[in-house]
C-alpha cells in the first residue's frame, strides 16, 4: 500500500506513535494469508478507520499490533523509531527490509595496524640477517622472524573479532500503553458479576487516582455515556449518582449495558493508543452517539492515536480523520482523508460499499448514527 507523505506541518502537530509495514500473517493450516502486507502509520491525536466487511482480516490486524500474534513478515515500531520509519523510502532504497537498520561494525582494535607495521619491520630485518649470518646465528634470527609473524597473524586476528562485534543498538522505544475494545470478548464473562460498577471504571484509572477523583471520573463517564438502568417494565430509573449508592454490579445489567460499561472501563485507563474492534456493537442509537462523542473529547484531551476497525459505513464517517477500505486482507484503497474516501471511492467493491451505506441511511430517515452525533452537537 502506497501512502502519501505527511506534510512538516502534520509530523510536528501529529506524530507518528505506531508504524506498521509490510504485515503478513497466516494462521496455521491456512492457505491464505489473512493479512497480507499492510502497511498502515497511527498517529497522536487522530483517528485511522479500517473499514471492510467480515472475515477482511481487521480482527487479525488488531491482533498483530497488541502482541497477541506476531507477523510472518513485516515490522511494527513504535516512538521515535516508528516516526523515522514511517517514510520507508530511504530504508528501502538502501536495501533495508522497511523499519530496519543496518548492522554497523565496531572500529576495530585501534593499535592494531601501528604493532603489525612495527612487527613486519622487525620481521623483515630478522630474516634478512638470518639470511646472512652463519650457523647458529642464522638459525636465532630466522626463529625471531618466524615468531614475529605469529604475532603478525595474533594480533589480525584480534583486530578481525572486534570488528566483528556490532555495536550497541539503540535501546528501543516502549511499547505505548494501549487499549483494546472489542465486540469479541464476551463482556458478561469479562466483566465479574459481583464487581460494582465504580469498582469496575475506576479500578482502570491511572496508579495514584485520589478515592475521590475516581469516583468524580466514574460519575463523569456514566453521564457523557447516557448509562441508564431500566425496571423489568422498561421505564427508565435512577441516575449515575444512585447507582454507584446502591452498589449496582455487573450482574445486575442487559448485554448492551455490560458492554457500555466494558468501553468505559477500557477508556479509563487513559491509553496513548485505542484499538476499537467494532466499538459500539450492542448499542442502542442514543449511547452509540454519546460514545462517539466521548471517544473524541477524551482523544482531543489526551493525544491518543485511535485504529477504528469497523464494517460501519456511519460510524467511520463520524468517528475516523483517516480511513482504509480492506478487503481479503490487504488494503484495496487509502488510506486517505475520510471524507475524501467516502465521496471518490474508486475500487469497484468499496464503491458498491459506499452505495449500499448511503442507501440504508437514507432509508432511516434522519435516524442513523451521523443524524444522531449532529443533533447531539447542535444541541450542545
Known amino acids: 500500500t502506497t501512502m502519501a507523505p505527511a506534510t512538516a506541518k502534520e509530523d510536528e502537530m501529529h506524530p507518528v506513535i ?70 520507508a523510502a530511504a530504508a528501502e532504497s538502501a536495501g533495508c527490509s522497511p523499519g530496519s537498520e543496518k548492522r554497523e561494525e565496531s572500529p576495530g582494535l585501534p593499535w ?6 612495527a612487527l613486519a619491520g622487525a620481521c623483515i630485518s630478522a630474516a634478512a640477517l638470518g639470511a646472512v649470518q652463519p650457523g647458529i646465528a642464522s638459525v636465532q634470527a630466522l626463529a625471531l622472524a618466524a615468531l614475529l609473524a605469529v604475532a603478525i597473524f595474533a594480533i589480525a586476528i584480534l583486530d578481525r573479532a572486534q570488528r566483528k562485534v556490532p555495536r550497541a543498538a539503540a535501546p528501543r522505544a516502549p511499547r505505548p500503553s494501549m487499549a483494546f475494545i472489542t465486540s469479541e470478548d464476551a463482556p458478561g464473562t469479562a466483566l465479574p458479576q459481583s464487581r460494582t460498577l465504580e469498582d469496575l471504571i475506576a479500578e482502570k484509572m491511572p496508579a495514584g487516582t485520589e478515592p475521590k477523583e475516581r469516583r468524580r471520573r466514574t460519575l463523569a463517564y456514566l453521564h457523557e455515556a447516557r448509562f441508564q438502568m431500566y425496571n423489568d417494565q422498561g421505564t427508565a430509573w435512577g441516575s449515575p449518582e444512585e447507582y454507584l449508592r446502591k452498589k449496582v454490579t455487573a450482574g445486575q445489567l442487559s448485554g ?11 477508556l ?29 473529547k477524551q482523544q482531543a484531551e489526551d493525544g491518543a492515536a485511535v485504529l477504528y476497525l469497523t464494517v460501519d459505513f456511519a460510524s467511520a464517517h463520524v468517528v475516523a480523520h483517516e480511513l482504509a477500505f480492506m478487503k481479503v486482507g490487504a488494503i484495496a484503497e487509502g488510506p486517505g482523508a475520510t471524507t475524501r474516501m467516502l465521496d471518490y471511492p474508486k475500487d469497484a467493491d468499496f464503491k458498491r460499499y459506499v452505495a449500499e451505506a448511503r442507501r440504508q441511511e437514507e432509508m432511516a430517515r434522519g435516524q442513523h448514527l451521523r443524524a444522531e452525533v449532529a443533533r447531539i452537537e447542535r444541541d450542545e
Open 256 to 266: 448492551g449495558q455490560k458492554h457500555l460499561i466494558y468501553i468505559l472501563r477500557q
Open 18 to 87: 505506531v508504524d506498521m509495514r509490510g504485515l503478513t500473517f497466516t494462521y496455521p493450516g491456512d492457505q491464505r494469508p489473512m493479512v497480507r502486507d499492510v502497511s498502515l502509520t497511527l498517529r497522536k491525536g487522530r483517528t485511522l478507520c479500517v473499514l471492510g466487511c467480515n472475515e477482511c482480516g481487521k480482527t487479525t490486524l488488531a491482533k498483530l499490533l497488541l502482541g497477541k500474534e506476531k507477523p510472518k513478515e513485516g515490522t511494527i515500531t513504535f516512538g521515535a523509531a516508528a516516526a523515522a520509519a514511517a517514510p
Open 112 to 117: 592494531a595496524m601501528p604493532a603489525q607495521q
Open 268 to 296: 479509563a485507563s487513559r491509553p496513548e493508543v485505542i484499538v476499537c474492534d467494532e466499538l459500539l456493537a450492542g448499542l442502542d442509537l442514543v449511547r452509540k452517539a454519546h460514545t462517539v462523542r466521548l471517544l473524541r
